[in-house]
Nanobody, 119 residues
Framework: QVQLVESGGGLVQPGGSLRLSCAAS????????MGWYRQAPGKQRELVAS???????NYADSVKGRFTISRDNAKNAVYLQMNSLKSDDTAVYYC?????????????WGQGTQVTVSP
């Protein structure tokens, strides 16, 4: 069973930057797309960015041009570089993977990492 641990969150001012990391306990085949999700208080969890095993990326319109997702298959790690942060980016951020054929998640949802954007 694969386990994922998120880190790198914190408190930043508007316009600031953070780099989130997601470490997997085991190898993840290229058939799994990795993604970053976030959930703000009172809202549903949403997909922020995703990346395939080959490096193809997709972003939510709300973060396009500000966030960059990357993947290191050798290290079984996924990263999210967040620039020009806004107060609306405040949320708990999670990482997970989905099998491109079955759609199943590779791991249970973890505790995530808190990102707070405030003056």
């Amino acid at each position: 069973q694969v386990q994922l641990v998120e880190s790198g969150g914190g408190l930043v001012q508007p316009g600031g930057s953070l780099r989130l990391s997601c470490a997997a306990s085991g190898s993840i085949p290229s058939t799994y797309d990795m993604g970053w999700y976030r959930q703000a208080p009172g809202k549903q969890r949403e997909l922020v960015a995703s990346i395939t095993g080959g490096g193809s990326t997709n972003y939510a319109d709300s973060v396009k041009g500000r966030f960059t997702i990357s993947r290191d298959n050798a290290k079984n790690a996924v990263y999210l570089q967040m620039n020009s942060l806004k107060s609306d980016d405040t949320a708990v951020y999670y990482c997970n993977g989905r099998n491109v054929f079955s759609g199943y998640y590779v791991a249970p949802w973890g505790q995530g990492t808190q990102v707070t954007v405030s003056p």
